[in-house]
T-cell receptor
Framework: AQTVTQSQPEMSVQEAETVTLSCTYDTSESNYYLFWYKQPPSRQMILVIRQEAYKQQNATENRFSVNFQKAAKSFSLKISDSQLGDTAMYFCAFMKAYSGGGADGLTFGKGTHLIIQP | NAGVTQTPKFQVLKTGQSMTLQCAQDMNHEYMSWYRQDPGMGLRLIHYSVGAGITDQGEVPNGYNVSRSTTEDFPLRLLSAAPSQTSVYFC????????????FGEGSWLTVV
């Protein structure tokens, strides 16, 4: 079984600053996917960014980027030029990779509540 | 452009009552799943299905039943509700194969009194 740990229950930064959210995971799998999801007060789960473990290059989506350190089992999310709309819960999640089209589900961390101050 | 639709959005049950949370998707996704989210926790997997007629247990399956008779629908049944099942429930779907984008419904708030 795998576990995902987010050690920062809450973070607060000023608008336009850069913030980094931490995530570590534990797994014996060699091939997997890692995700960051955003959950605003509406509770909708919104995919922010995805990383394939076999890819060394860190994923980037506009202002969002990750620092993926496979050996250290670390997967942090960096938000640049933070905006008020970034205020939300952020969840790190793990999914084992299956060959042949199989799948099970996501394992989530407990989340980090990010507050962007005006 | 409905995506993943969950009903009802809010429900209050008495202990021991049964109910079904409905989930439907219109994206022809083979993979569907149910999660629950409790305060201070991330989502936890209850049951999942990789196609019609195929279901499997996730991390927290006790007290819940599922079936998958069609590709579009994946209902979650609570046979005898307990206060410990008070939670927010999310249905999700994706194309088959791990790593594909998982689309979530808007959640169903369930309170068991």
């Amino acid at each position: 079984a795998q576990t995902v740990t987010q050690s920062q229950p809450e973070m607060s930064v000023q608008e336009a600053e850069t913030v980094t959210l931490s995530c570590t995971y534990d797994t014996s799998e060699s091939n997997y996917y890692l995700f960051w999801y955003k959950q605003p007060p509406s509770r909708q789960m919104i995919l922010v960014i995805r990383q394939e473990a076999y890819k060394q290059q860190n994923a980037t989506e506009n202002r969002f980027s990750v620092n993926f350190q496979k050996a250290a089992k670390s997967f942090s999310l960096k938000i640049s030029d933070s905006q008020l709309g970034d205020t939300a819960m952020y969840f790190c999640a793990f999914m084992k990779a299956y060959s042949g089209g199989g799948a099970d589900g996501l394992t989530f961390g407990k989340g980090t509540h990010l507050i962007i101050q005006p | 452009n409905a995506g993943v639709t969950q009903t009802p959005k809010f429900q209050v049950l008495k202990t021991g009552q049964s109910m079904t949370l409905q989930c439907a998707q219109d994206m022809n996704h083979e993979y569907m799943s149910w999660y629950r989210q409790d305060p201070g926790m991330g989502l936890r997997l209850i049951h999942y299905s990789v196609g019609a007629g195929i279901t499997d247990q996730g991390e927290v399956p006790n007290g819940y039943n599922v079936s998958r008779s069609t590709t579009e629908d994946f209902p979650l049944r609570l046979l005898s509700a307990a206060p410990s099942q008070t939670s927010v429930y999310f249905c999700a779907s994706s194309r088959t194969g791990s790593g594909n984008t998982i689309y979530f419904g808007e959640g169903s708030w369930l309170t068991v009194v």
